[in-house]
């Protein structure tokens, strides 16, 4: 995806609302284990991508397998993403697509954790416990309630895809020149947001225990002094390994199912 940096790309607005409206329908509904949201996170951009790079085949086939990557994060939210990455590749140059992919991932799990508070626990909890304490009481003024939050939530979607617009350009107005540099930073945080997953996502503890007359020593205690989360760790490790020597992730997953349940049948795992 290399275009310099005086070819700036031409999309109209239908084209660029086209893709806020495509998330809106998709993104609940389109989902899968192995990258999750991307299917419909790249299904969304696509008209904006054949716009974009329209009569650059090539271009254009790299920025799907862009967008095809894995990306998961509140739905209610993404848009501010969105908004960003049409931004970007409106003004891209030769750095766009690594840092395109870059800030998806580094913004993935902070939008998550703010939008799952703000999108939903704190109005669904509110909301919802009118909307239930109205339905037990018989009344139907709930239903609509319950309703009407839940579509002005989703109707956040398009101030949210706009700030995210205004943010981009500003974004590559403002920091052309140090472009690598955001990249490299944005990377590092998404290094660490995934890292930082891994013993609250992965559970997975040592079930042997050492016994002697009264004495006794949990297996997973000592393993916690020496690292907390350290069976999660060396388990997303062997993933990783695997993932990269090529081996397909619907073989993974049916791996770690498989060597799970014998593990936990041997008394080892739990």
Not at 66 to 80: D, G, M, R, S
Request: glycine content about 6%; overall charge positive; some cysteine.
């Amino acid at each position: 995806m290399k275009m310099s940096n005086t070819e700036k790309m031409n999309v109209d607005e239908k084209t660029k609302n086209s893709v806020l409206w495509r998330w809106f329908f998709t993104s609940s509904v389109s989902s899968n284990y192995e990258k999750m949201q991307a299917l419909a996170y790249c299904y969304a951009v696509l008209p904006f991508l054949k716009k974009a790079y329209k009569d650059k085949p090539e271009a254009l086939q790299n920025a799907v397998l862009n967008h095809l990557q894995f990306f998961n994060t509140n739905p209610w939210v993404a848009p501010y993403i969105l908004g960003i990455n049409v931004a970007m590749e409106e003004n891209a140059d030769e750095n766009t697509e690594e840092a395109v992919a870059s800030i998806k991932t580094g913004l993935m799990g902070p939008v998550a954790g703010l939008g799952d508070s703000l999108f939903v626990v704190i109005p669904w909890t509110i909301f919802g416990a009118i909307a239930a304490n109205m339905a037990i009481d018989g009344s139907p003024v709930g239903i609509f309630l319950w309703i009407a939050v839940s579509v002005a939530l989703k109707m956040l979607s398009i101030p949210l895809f706009k700030a995210g617009y205004t943010s981009g350009t500003k974004l590559i107005s403002t920091i052309e020149k140090s472009l690598k540099v955001l990249t490299e930073s944005t990377s590092i945080l998404g290094l660490m947001v995934v890292g930082a997953l891994i013993p609250s996502v992965v559970k997975s503890t040592i079930a042997l225990n050492f016994k002697q007359g009264d004495f006794t020593m949990k297996g997973q205690e000592i393993l916690d002094q020496i690292m907390p989360g350290l069976v999660p760790a060396l388990l997303v490790g062997l993933v990783y390994w695997a993932l990269k020597k090529n081996v397909k992730p619907i073989y993974l997953i049916l791996g770690v199912m498989v060597f799970s349940i014998i593990l936990a049948t041997l008394g080892i795992l739990k």
